[in-house]
Every structure is written in C-alpha cells, then in structure tokens.
C-alpha cells in the first residue's frame, strides 16, 4: 500500500470542516488528502473482486468528496465514521452497475475470491458481518504509538506495573495482588501507580 498523510486530529478535523463550509477548497481538498488512507483501508476489503485496486481507490475517492461535502457534525460525531459508509456505498455501486450494465445481476454469481482464494458472491459482500474499519484503523495507529510513548510518559515504576498488568513486552498479565507481591509493595499502591500511569497515558493522546 502506497504511503498516505496521517489522519486529522480530531479538532484540525473539525477546524478544516468550518473553513471547508465557509468556503476554503483548499481546507477540502487537505480533508480529502488526510482521509486517502481510510479509502485504501475500504479497498482493502475487496481485493479478491476482479478490480484493479487503483480504480478501486478512485471510485472509493469519489465516495470520500461525496461525505466531505455532505457531512452534517449534529448527525456524526467524527467524518471518518460518515466517510467510510460513503466510500463502501460507491464501490457497491459501482460493482452493482458494472454486473448489471453486463447482464442480470446474480446475488449470488461469483465475483473473485477472498484473500485465502475462496470464492465470495456478492450476497457475501452485501450481507458480511459489519467492520468498523475506522476503529479498527485509529485502534492499530494509536496502539502503536502507545507502545512507542510508554517508556518516555511514565517512570520505571509505573512502566514496570503497566506492562506486568496488561501483559506488554513479553510479561504475562496479572493482577494487582500479585505485581504488589513481585514488588514487595503493597496491593493499594500498585493501585496508585497504576492509575496515575493510565492518567499520564490519557493526557498523552488529549494532547496527539
């Protein structure tokens, strides 16, 4: 996958939104650049029809400007959310009109294979178990940059309790009880550090 600009922050989001609306196509056109990612995660999940990622990428493209100049913040709270429904809906129509400009649509005629090379219909599409592609995209970018800020946002005390607790590194995940234990402190102060750590840590992406 082709390296793309890193997502909006939550309030550049909202701030390129206004100017977008007050009129700044060049506020429109960085919202389009900075969500060029989220259209190639979409992508993603129809590799096995018979498309070429890159047309699929310009028909995701369009779902995105059609979101951007759509988008109502009283209606969702984040675009990336609004936007990937769009960019889903486009390529489903898109390969909806190219089978029916062929002939009859099937529901259930083949239409390529899934990345383990079974064969997947359009019904599969249609009816699969929803994905939240925009979590799932934000959940792996900030758990990354979790794992990265760790050691430099807390001291030693608080590293070693946060990786003993949720099992980080390489060390199994345990109870308060028994980090207290392997410390040689008490069950109420690995309480403390454990929080004051999770509050560091919540600042920190406040703060991204």
């Known amino acids: ?53 890159d047309d699929l990428i310009s028909i995701g493209t369009i779902g995105l400007i059609k979101a951007i100049t759509t988008f109502d913040p009283q209606k969702a709270a984040r675009l990336s959310t609004y936007a990937a429904r769009c960019i889903e809906n486009e390529i489903l129509m898109f390969l909806r009109s190219k089978r029916r400009r062929s002939r ?19 019904l599969d599409v249609i009816e699969s178990t929803p994905v939240d592609i925009v979590e799932d995209c934000y959940m792996r970018e900030n758990t990354s940059y979790l794992l990265r800020s760790l050691k430099d946002t807390l001291t030693e005390k608080e590293y070693q309790v946060i990786c003993c607790r949720y099992g980080l590194f390489g060390e199994e995940e345990q109870t308060q009880r028994e980090i207290a234990h392997r410390l040689s402190i008490s069950r109420s102060y690995v309480s403390r550090i454990e929080k004051n ?9 406040e703060n991204k």
């Not at 750590?197 to 992406?205: D, G, N, S, T």
């Open 104 to 122: 009859e649509v099937s529901l259930y005629e083949p239409i390529g294979t899934d990345k383990e090379g079974n064969e997947i219909n359009l």
């Open 1 to 53: 996958m082709k390296a793309f600009l890193k997502p909006l922050s939550i309030s550049q989001e909202k701030y390129y939104l206004l100017k977008y609306k007050e009129g700044d196509l060049h506020a429109k056109n960085l919202l389009i650049e900075h969500n060029l990612r989220l259209v190639a995660h979409v992508v993603k999940k129809y590799q096995g029809v018979d498309e070429e990622t």
């Open 197 to 205: 750590a999770i509050e560091k840590l919540r600042i920190l992406f």
